[in-house]
């Protein structure tokens, strides 16, 4: 059993009292104060995370545009230079090898962001499918990375920032990121976030990220910032409906299944998976990714049976109590007859069907 590993900012959590979990393979904290406590931050004021377990692999030479068209889903050819998208790495059954945020950082230069859990596997997938004339490097143990989320992030981060040429971070488009000095050192910040709320992504070197991380959390404590953890990362991004890999997303799933249609070239096409996608839509799909409230008590967890007319019909991805809408909600696949909005079917806890209603997703307005 492999040992399981720490990021730079392990003692930093538990100094501030964080109870600590394995995720992925690290050692994480899932809460600080209270998952309610701190999900209300990143909605209201503003939360930072540390997510240095996810990886960062990059991609350079002659033909890095061309691998990467190649590997991703989504259009590359098109990106700026200091400009982000989603995207996914597919196999060529048209399954998901896991789903990624691609940087520009030059003309023939870029990072993906991946999952935890799928560094390695990413990295073996990707040198796998490289055009001649490319490379890549992977700098996960090597990068840290703080996500601040919520309405006073923008704030918090210009005051710490020394522009220089550059725009406050502010001023950033979405999915947009520039180059930062800070007092802890340099930066790379990203208008962008896994929770719903407005936010940013901060990439610096792993050993400085201590620096920042107390840094943000002194000059924010009187603005509301608080530290985050897992359990609040989790009901964020599921009350916007965003897809988690091992959840939503994994090798068999067809990203048009899980309604990710939009971050896929289809007409272009060109990319590892792209026949097979074209190919199981033309069989019809059997099945697709809803949202779902439930109506009575109860809290519907991952595999727990979706029902319709006293039989299982499908299975719960995710699902949690909702802190800002007060209710019962989740992620799952159903057949694409029992997919439309108001749909009632039931889920399966404990051996007691619960009534729920399928919804349109993002499930909070806010998100």
């Given at each position: 059993?492999?040992?399981?590993?720490?990021?730079?900012?392990?003692?930093?959590?538990?100094?501030?009292?964080?109870?600590?979990?394995?995720?992925?393979?690290?050692?994480?904290?899932?809460?600080?104060?209270?998952?309610?406590?701190?999900?209300?931050?990143?909605?209201?004021?503003?939360?930072?995370?540390?997510?240095?377990?996810?990886?960062?692999?990059?991609?350079?030479?002659?033909?890095?545009?061309?691998?990467?068209?190649?590997?991703?889903?989504?259009?590359?050819?098109?990106?700026?230079?200091?400009?982000?998208?989603?995207?996914?790495?597919?196999?060529?059954?048209?399954?998901?090898?896991?789903?990624?945020?691609?940087?520009?950082?030059?003309?023939?230069?870029?990072?993906?962001?991946?999952?935890?859990?799928?560094?390695?596997?990413?990295?073996?997938?990707i040198r796998d499918g490289l055009v001649p004339g490319s490379e890549i490097r992977d700098r996960s143990s090597?990068?840290?990375?703080?996500?601040?989320?919520?309405?006073?992030?923008?704030?918090?981060?210009?005051?710490?920032?020394?522009?220089?040429?550059?725009?406050?971070?502010?001023?950033?488009?979405?999915?947009?990121?520039?180059?930062?000095?800070?007092?802890?050192?340099?930066?790379?910040?990203?208008?962008?976030?896994?929770?719903?709320?407005?936010?940013?992504?901060?990439?610096?070197?792993?050993?400085?990220?201590?620096?920042?991380?107390?840094?943000?959390?002194?000059?924010?404590?009187?603005?509301?910032?608080?530290?985050?953890?897992?359990?609040?990362r989790d009901t964020l991004r599921l009350e916007a409906a965003l897809p988690l890999y091992g959840h939503e997303?994994?090798?068999?799933?067809?990203?048009?299944?899980?309604?990710?249609?939009?971050?896929?070239?289809?007409?272009?096409?060109?990319?590892?998976?792209?026949?097979?996608?074209?190919?199981?839509?033309?069989?019809?799909?059997s099945r697709q990714l809803v949202g779902f409230e439930l109506l009575e008590r109860g809290i519907a967890r991952?595999?727990?049976?979706?029902?319709?007319?006293?039989?299982?019909?499908?299975?719960?991805?995710?699902?949690?109590?909702?802190?800002?809408?007060?209710?019962?909600?989740?992620?799952?696949?159903?057949?694409?007859?029992?997919?439309?909005?108001?749909?009632?079917?039931?889920?399966?806890?404990?051996?007691?069907?619960?009534?729920?209603?399928?919804?349109?997703?993002?499930?909070?307005?806010?998100?």
């Open positions: 059993m492999s040992e399981t590993r720490r990021t730079p900012l392990y003692a930093r959590h538990v100094e501030l009292g964080a109870r600590m979990v394995d995720f992925a393979g690290f050692a994480m904290p899932v809460q600080y104060d209270s998952i309610k406590n701190e999900h209300r931050a990143v909605r209201e004021t503003a939360g930072l995370f540390d997510v240095s377990h996810m990886g960062q692999i990059h991609l350079s030479g002659k033909t890095a545009l061309e691998s990467a068209q190649r590997l991703l889903t989504c259009r590359v050819d098109t990106l700026e230079v200091g400009q982000v998208r989603y995207g996914l790495l597919c196999n060529s059954d048209g399954g998901c090898v896991d789903d990624v945020t691609v940087y520009r950082e030059g003309p023939s230069e870029f990072m993906l962001c991946v999952n935890a859990s799928n560094i390695e596997k990413d990295r073996d997938w090597e990068t840290g990375l703080l996500a601040i989320q919520g309405p006073k992030s923008a704030e918090l981060l210009d005051r710490l920032c020394h522009a220089g040429e550059e725009p406050n971070p502010s001023a950033l488009g979405r999915f947009r990121f520039s180059a930062y000095t800070t007092q802890a050192g340099p930066v790379l910040i990203s208008r962008t976030g896994y929770t719903g709320s407005d936010g940013f992504e901060i990439y610096l070197p792993a050993e400085v990220s201590r620096a920042l991380f107390d840094l943000l959390l002194e000059t924010g404590q009187a603005d509301g910032l608080v530290p985050a953890g897992l359990g609040a997303l994994d090798d068999t799933t067809s990203p048009l299944e899980a309604g990710l249609a939009r971050f896929v070239k289809r007409k272009q096409g060109g990319f590892i998976g792209h026949e097979a996608i074209e190919a199981r839509e033309k069989q019809g799909r991952a595999d727990y049976p979706i029902v319709s007319g006293g039989r299982q019909v499908g299975r719960v991805t995710s699902g949690a109590p909702s802190p800002s809408l007060g209710t019962s909600i989740g992620l799952g696949y159903v057949p694409p007859e029992n997919a439309a909005p108001g749909t009632e079917l039931a889920i399966e806890i404990r051996k007691k069907n619960v009534k729920a209603r399928i919804v349109t997703t993002p499930f909070s307005k806010n998100s």
